[in-house]
């Protein structure tokens, strides 16, 4: 196992977020229910109706793009959480992993991204650096920079799926859409719309 990785871990499955998933996700029910109390104390006629439906449709958008992208890792698969679809891969079905944004190949050739750890890769300020430095200290900060962020969550995946591709069931890739996020989102822009219309 590469150094900087934690071992792996076996049983209830794992959710992993971005790390500032939950600061937004917080900050934003804070922020929509306090907004939502004054509009029900001080608003008057349709504004309250439409100001509801609006942050009823913020808060719906807050939970698909914010909250939702997760990986989700058992000993079984790896899941990848999504706004808009959901996608398990058997560990035997996972072929690589790359950072900067995460991305997982499977083996039948098709990619997918997580929204959970879409960072992209500094490539100016990288290769600037290298230019400035030696080859040694250019390999150091690869090799540091591969465990901050999507590159330390891509490796921890790597040795997960090297210690499970044999002892997992395999199956094929699922996809799905995920109408738990979708859903709402259409419900509340469809209540918009509704009330805003309304007379």
């Given at each position: 196992?590469?150094?900087?990785?934690?071992?792996?871990?076996?049983?209830?499955?794992e959710v992993h977020r971005a790390a500032t998933a939950n600061v937004l996700t917080v900050g934003a029910a804070l922020l929509g229910g306090y907004l939502a109390f004054d509009v029900i104390v001080r608003g008057e006629g349709r504004v309250v109706p439409i100001s509801l439906a609006a942050l009823a449709l913020v808060g719906a958008l807050v939970h698909a793009l914010a909250w939702r992208p997760a990986l989700v890792v058992d000993d079984d698969?790896?899941?990848?959480?999504?706004?808009?679809?959901?996608?398990?891969?058997?560990?035997?079905?996972?072929?690589?992993?790359?950072?900067?944004?995460?991305?997982v190949e499977a083996a039948d050739g098709?990619?997918?991204q997580s929204w959970a750890y879409s960072d992209a890769?500094?490539?100016?300020?990288?290769?600037?650096r290298a230019d400035m430095r030696?080859?040694?200290?250019?390999a150091s900060e690869e090799r540091g920079a591969e465990f901050s962020g999507s590159g330390f969550r891509a490796a921890q995946l790597r040795a997960r799926r090297?210690?499970?591709?044999?002892?997992?069931?395999?199956?094929?890739?699922?996809?799905?859409?995920?109408?738990?996020?979708?859903?709402?989102?259409?419900?509340?822009?469809?209540?918009?719309?509704?009330?805003?219309a309304l007379p």
């Open positions: 196992m590469s150094a900087g990785t934690s071992p792996p871990r076996e049983g209830k499955p698969a790896l899941s990848m959480r999504n706004p808009l679809k959901d996608v398990r891969l058997p560990w035997p079905q996972v072929a690589k992993v790359s950072s900067h944004p995460l991305t098709r990619r997918f890769r500094p490539r100016g300020r990288r290769k600037g030696s080859a040694e200290l250019g090297d210690v499970r591709r044999r002892a997992a069931p395999d199956g094929s890739v699922e996809v799905r859409w995920a109408w738990w996020s979708i859903g709402p989102v259409l419900g509340c822009l469809l209540a918009v719309l509704v009330v805003t």
